[in-house]
């Protein structure tokens, strides 16, 4: 990743910090003041961005290294980590969120009296959902260029915020126009974000933890690397394709067959050429190894 990108990811990592302070003061005092259990539970949500926004400055930091001595693939993997994190932090967010709004409405089928929210928990509500899209669809873009793994994890975990603060946005407006019978709204909205959280954060961990035991590419991707193989000028059959992802860039070792007749020096020209097609095809930092084999002819009758 060249310099330019590694700002840009960083600056974006920032960005979503300060955003994610003033939120957080914000809408736990909107949700104190407002008497609004799911803009508290929104609050205490947004808390949880800190830890994770810490997490991925500095697992940006390991991984944007370059390979030393004893990471000769780099330093990739730890911002697998750190994404595996991130997706570890919104499912137990989700719980919490689930939890406090069942045992809420529990309280009102037992005759708990629930206080009705004010305005200020509804327009924070508002201004959350509006700048917590802006903050998603701005870091999801940069996630892309940069094709940063975790980026994109943070990316989703500002979604994540709207969805939480758009269901409290609902309940809370349910409970103040509809009235006090409505209260009940408040919370249900909380458990209903829950499972919005509970669905990206699986999909965030799943493609983590795969990646972390080493599974291979699609087998799409890995049809296309051979594709592009065989393509090349000298080579023959290519197969014992291996691939794995290593942070955001994909390793390759693949077995080619060259004529047995070619010299060392002209079978090497033709794993370089091969190299340099694989690497404009998936990008100059990708982990290549090439295994040659001999091809011997048919013998001619």
């Given amino acids: 990743m060249d310099r330019e990108l590694k700002l840009r990811t960083r600056k974006v990592i920032w960005i979503g910090f300060v955003a994610n302070l003033i939120l957080t003061v914000l809408k736990i005092l909107a949700g104190i003041f407002g008497r609004s259990s799911a803009m508290i539970a929104d609050g205490v949500h947004s808390v949880s961005d800190f830890a994770t926004d810490l997490v991925v400055v500095g697992s940006l930091s390991v991984s944007q290294r370059p390979r030393d001595h004893n990471h000769k693939y780099g330093h990739g993997k730890v911002e697998t980590l750190a994404t595996a994190f991130v997706g570890g932090v919104l499912i137990i967010v989700g719980v919490g969120l689930f939890y406090s709004g069942i045992m809420k409405i529990y ?14 928990a509804f327009y924070a509500a508002i201004g959350s959902v509006i700048i917590k899209e802006i903050l998603f669809r701005y870091t999801i873009q940069v996630g892309r260029q940069t094709q940063s793994q975790v980026v994109i994890a943070n990316a989703w975990h500002h979604r994540s915020d709207v969805y939480s603060s758009f269901g409290a946005l609902l309940g809370i ?31 965030i961990t799943r493609e983590t933890l795969l990646e972390l035991i080493e599974t291979s590419l699609p087998s799409a991707h890995e049809d296309e690397i051979l594709q592009i193989a065989a393509e090349v000028k000298g080579v023959h059959d290519p197969h014992e394709l291996k691939t794995r992802k290593i942070g955001n860039q994909i390793a390759i070792d693949i077995h080619i067959k060259v004529l047995n007749h070619l010299n060392i020096e002209q079978a090497h020209e033709i794993t370089v050429d091969l190299e340099k097609t694989l690497r404009k095809a998936y990008g100059k930092e990708t982990y290549i190894s090439i295994h040659t084999e001999p091809l011997i002819p048919p013998a001619k009758n």
Avoid: E, N
């Fill in 173 to 203: 407006g349910g409970a103040i126009f509809l009235g006090s019978d409505w209260v009940i709204l408040d919370p249900l909205a909380a458990v209903i974000v829950s499972f919005f959280i509970f669905r990206i954060a699986i999909k």
């Fill in 107 to 120: 309280g009102v089928t037992q005759g708990v009296v629930l206080p009705q929210p004010g305005l200020g």
